[in-house]
T-cell receptor
């Protein structure tokens, strides 16, 4: 079964450092997303990406965040200067519309710990 | 904007009990609806989905029916197992610009043997 792959599975970084979280979506999917989940809390939408541009972003997705799909396969989330409150599980998802419905799949997540 | 409301947990049941987790939504148009499950220490897995009114999604003994008249998508299982202990998230695919998935807050299910 096709799957969304995220790396690394766990990243520890110092406050103020830049981090890049990587995702390989399912190859024929067209919509891509980043979500985050602070420990024990709700899954929060960060950003959606379609046709090589951001289609929507949440209030959380401020100037410290950026996304790229540099080579047509990887989909990255960059946090420019991490803060303690950025510690969370970050999930990448990809979605395909097809006849009969849609399919949305999530990766296993990257646990980001900012110290 | 679009939103999903789930019953608060945790829900604690004995093995073989009947499970219902309520989910209602507010949305523009006719969104697709999903249930995702998150087992301890793992990511989000799609459990089932429904794309139009009166559709029933089912998987692993779980079922949910898309009720447009009550804007609901309640999750049910006839006989839960200890291995069903997890967090269950109801979600919709927004028809608003961006087509994002909107999640409920999640419901913790604990099944005791």
């Amino acid at each position: 079964e096709p799957e969304v792959t995220q790396t690394p599975s766990h990243q520890v970084t110092q406050m103020g450092q830049e981090v890049i979280l990587r995702c390989v979506p399912i190859s024929n999917h067209l919509y891509f997303y980043w979500y985050r989940q602070i420990l024990g809390q709700k899954v929060e939408f960060l950003v959606s990406f379609y046709n090589n541009e951001i289609s929507e972003k949440s209030e959380i997705f401020d100037d410290q965040f950026s996304v790229e799909r540099p080579d047509g396969s990887n989909f990255t989330l960059k946090i420019r200067s991490t803060k303690l409150e950025d510690s969370a599980m970050y999930f990448c998802a990809s979605l395909l519309e097809r006849t009969g419905g849609i399919e949305a799949f999530f990766g296993q997540g990257t646990r980001l710990t900012v110290v | 904007g679009d939103s999903v409301t789930q019953m608060e947990g945790p829900v604690t049941l004995s093995e073989e009990a009947f499970l219902t987790i309520n989910c209602t939504y507010t949305a523009t148009g006719y969104p697709s609806l999903f249930w995702y499950v998150q087992y301890p220490g793992e990511g989000l897995q799609l459990l089932l989905k429904a794309t139009k009114a009166d559709d029933k999604g089912s998987n692993k003994g779980f079922e949910a029916t898309y009720r447009k008249e009550t804007t609901s998508f309640h999750l049910e299982k006839g006989s839960v197992q200890v291995s069903d202990s997890a967090v269950y998230f109801c979600a919709l695919r927004s028809m608003e610009y961006g087509n994002k998935l909107v999640f409920g807050a999640g419901t913790i299910l604990r099944v005791k043997s």
